[in-house]
């Protein structure tokens, strides 16, 4: 929060204000800066901390959220998910740490400290999102394969925007596959790659899916809202931060 205060200065031996010194003066509490997600991560989240009473909104057109039934000196910048850890871990940067996925997290070979209670919030009414990211065989895989197993699918290229989760996977089934990072949609690329067999995707309700013909052959591993911590980060930031934790911890329905 910044003001400014012009201090005006009269001098008696001179008429007048003939010598205005005028002071420019920046009041400030350093607020801690921590990042949200956008998209559904975001809705959610932001329904959360209502829940727990801990209202955020910003200005139209504005990615600066605030408390506004909170006295908590938290400020959150709204950004894609798959930055969060990106700019937490940027040297140049001021902010403080950020909530993202926990399947970000580990594609980038970064560090959660804590798991956001999200499902603690959630009604009958609600439908969190509960995201999970998987191996899904494409039509091209089914045709030639009568049991689609996993070591059915080495020497055959897999489209997914999680590469190393993808490498990890196959090592641990002992298959060697052709990888291709793709960002965004990958479940159609069967149609003009008949290589394709597979995808390691995200997904949450299934519908894209359906639509492409895509099944589902293993859960690789659940996504979850997590936090992420600037290394740097002060004493007063973290002890702002575990307040908030506690905060949501004890909160509920």
Do not use: H
């Not at 403080?96 to 999200?118: H, K, M, R």
């Not at 039509?139 to 997914?160: E, G, H, M, V």
């Not at 490498?167 to 089934?173: D, G, M, P, Y």
């Not at 997904?203 to 894209?208: F, I, M």
């Amino acid at each position: 929060m910044k003001c400014q205060i012009l201090l005006y200065k009269y001098d008696p031996d001179l008429s007048g204000f003939n010598q205005l010194i005028i002071k420019n003066k920046i009041m400030s509490e350093k607020l801690t800066q921590l990042y949200l997600p956008k998209g559904e991560w975001f809705d959610s989240i932001s329904k959360a901390f209502s829940r727990a009473n801990l209202e955020i909104s910003a200005p139209p057109r504005c990615y600066e959220y605030k408390f506004t039934s909170s006295k908590l000196p938290i400020i959150f910048q709204a950004i894609r998910s798959k930055e969060v850890c990106l700019d937490v871990n940027d040297p140049e940067t001021s902010v403080n740490g950020g909530f993202t996925g926990s399947d970000i997290v580990i594609e980038q070979y970064s560090t959660a400290l804590w798991t956001f209670p999200l499902y603690n919030f959630e009604s009958e009414k609600d439908n969190f999102p509960k995201p999970k990211i998987i191996l899904g065989s494409t039509p091209n895989f089914r045709a030639n394969t009568k049991d689609q197993k996993i070591q059915d699918l080495n020497s055959k290229t897999i489209y997914t925007s999680y590469p190393t989760i993808t490498k990890r996977f196959f090592e641990e089934n002992n298959t060697q596959v052709n990888i291709i990072e793709r960002q965004g949609t990958i479940e159609g690329r069967w149609r003009t790659n008949f290589n394709n067999w597979a995808i390691v995707d995200i997904v949450n309700s299934g519908e894209t899916l359906k639509a492409n013909q895509i099944e589902i052959m293993e859960e690789i591993l659940p996504a979850k809202i997590v936090y992420v911590e600037n290394s740097n980060i002060t004493n007063q930031d973290k002890l702002r931060v575990n307040d908030l934790q506690e905060l949501l911890y004890k909160a509920k329905i």
